[in-house]
């Protein structure tokens, strides 16, 4: 199966991501996380995506199709989370997928307040080290992660400001995929995404299902 989950940050995208993609036995391409590896790694591209990422901008078009083109040459079943954030990227994983003659069999678009989005994001922190995430309410009051040992930290693009300004951002720029891919053959699927992870989960599975 190869899926595309959309929403604006902190909707719990990586979350519901990680869950499907061992139910359904396909690999989960964050672009983030790759981002960010690319970053740690010093590369050329993880040098021109910082600025955007640190700044909460979305990172250019022609970078992100570069890494998914790659990432995605040997998976024939996949589940794609964050990405695509705007029309050229969703016009363009249409190309690479049909080159491949392959096509996407959903898109699940998690909906979520702005201010729970800010409450959530604000709140979280991430290792420096293995990069999982740590809500306030799971945070050790250590500052270390339960995982690895590593420092928790705030990442820059969670400070509140930097929030909202992504949220505008993906208002302008990202929203408009989800009308691109109505307008399209692959199906829309809108979930709900307040309540807790296992909530979600039970509707993203319901709607796959039906």
């Known amino acids: 199966m190869r899926l595309v989950i959309i929403g604006p940050p902190g909707a719990g995208k990586g979350t519901q991501a990680e869950l499907l993609s061992r139910e359904l036995a396909v690999p989960h391409f964050s672009t983030g996380d ?15 995506a910082q600025t955007y990422m ?3 901008e979305l990172v250019p078009d022609d970078v992100i199709l570069r890494i998914m083109d790659e990432a995605l040459q040997h998976s024939g079943g996949f589940l794609l989370d964050g990405f695509p954030r705007t029309v050229a990227q969703a016009e363009g994983l249409h190309r ?6 392959q ?8 909906a979520v307040a702005d201010e729970e989005l800010v409450r959530r994001l604000s709140s979280r922190r991430i290792c420096e080290d293995c990069g999982a995430v740590a809500q306030a309410i799971d ?5 270390v992660c339960s995982q690895c040992g590593g420092k928790l930290v ?3 693009d ?6 909202r300004r992504r949220l505008e951002v993906y208002r302008s720029q990202t929203q408009p995929v989800l009308r691109w ?11 709900e995404g307040l309540g807790g992870v296992e909530d979600v989960q039970r509707r993203v599975a319901h709607r796959l299902e039906h």
């Open 54 to 56: 640190d700044a909460g």
């Open 96 to 101: 690479i997928l049909a080159a491949r003659d």
């Open 139 to 143: 945070r050790p009051a250590s500052g």
């Open 103 to 110: 096509r996407l069999d959903a898109v699940i678009n998690l």
């Open 34 to 48: 790759i981002l960010r590896e690319a970053r740690r790694a010093e590369t050329e591209l993880g040098r021109r």
């Open 154 to 156: 705030q990442r820059p």
């Open 158 to 163: 969670d400070g509140p400001e930097t929030i």
């Open 181 to 191: 891919y109505r307008g399209s053959d692959v199906p829309v699927l809108d979930i």
